[in-house]
């Protein structure tokens, strides 16, 4: 399976060790941001991982962040902009 991941600057840290659990189950993972403690926007990274995944370039995604309502609202906005529905 293709896997698409994401996080804020909140998330970033645990990370590397989720994608390292994902590739041990032999999965592709795509690593769409952020990479470091810079503030990230939430939308921008649900925007990148909800692309790859209509775009076909994973099968699924996974966003790792600091507050899990914050980022289900944030992917499900992401994913409304990703297919041209825009927001509003």
Do not use: C, W, Y
Request: net charge negative; aromatic share 4%.
């Amino acid at each position: 399976m293709r896997l698409v991941i994401g996080s804020d600057h909140a998330g970033f840290v645990l990370k590397p060790t989720i994608i390292d659990h994902i590739r041990i189950l032999d999965h592709t993972v795509i690593d769409v941001g952020s990479s470091d403690e810079q503030p990230a926007d939430f939308p921008d990274i649900g925007r990148r991982i909800a692309q790859a995944i209509n775009f076909g370039h994973a099968d699924r995604g996974l966003m790792r962040g600091q507050v899990a309502m914050t980022h289900a609202l944030s992917l499900a906005l992401s994913e409304q902009i990703a297919e041209g529905g825009g927001v509003g």
